[in-house]
Nanobody, 125 residues
Framework: QVQLVESGGGLVQPGGSLRLSCAAS????????IGWFRQAPGKEREGVSC????????YYADSVKGRFTISRDNVKNTVYLQMNSLKPEDTAVYYC??????????????????WGKGTLVTVSS
């Protein structure tokens, strides 16, 4: 059965770093688009980053460009989100999701086929 499990969230000070993991089971993630999304209380879900299948093209929201990096480990069947220079506004529940289309097809994650349950990231001093 297809499953995505996020991990790596926690409490970090502004300017700190965290690495989130999205472990896939039931499918080989190399053949799909994997996106990271986040949602803070009272706010809409927003796209953070996405990595495409095959060549592994990556995409980032303007708010995280230069600070976050998405990567894929095909051996471990895991996608990572390295988050550096974290800001309080990065505080949210972070979700990974899988889709069969290209990364550019998923506005705010709509149409993604499978979702993880999320991991909480809190950036505060």
């Amino acid at each position: 059965q297809v499953q995505l499990v996020e991990s790596g969230g926690g409490l970090v000070q502004p300017g700190g770093s965290l690495r989130l993991s999205c472990a896939a089971s039931g499918f080989t993630l190399n053949y799909y688009a994997i996106g990271w999304f986040r949602q803070a209380p009272g706010k809409e879900r927003e796209g953070v980053s996405c990595i495409s299948s095959s060549v592994g093209s990556t995409y980032y929201a303007d708010s995280v460009k230069g600070r976050f990096t998405i990567s894929r480990d095909n051996v471990k069947n895991t996608v990572y989100l390295q988050m550096n220079s974290l800001k309080p506004e990065d505080t949210a529940v972070y979700y990974c999701a899988m889709g069969t289309k290209s990364c550019g097809s998923y506005y705010k994650g709509y149409g993604m086929d499978y979702w993880g349950k999320g991991t909480l990231v809190t950036v505060s001093s």
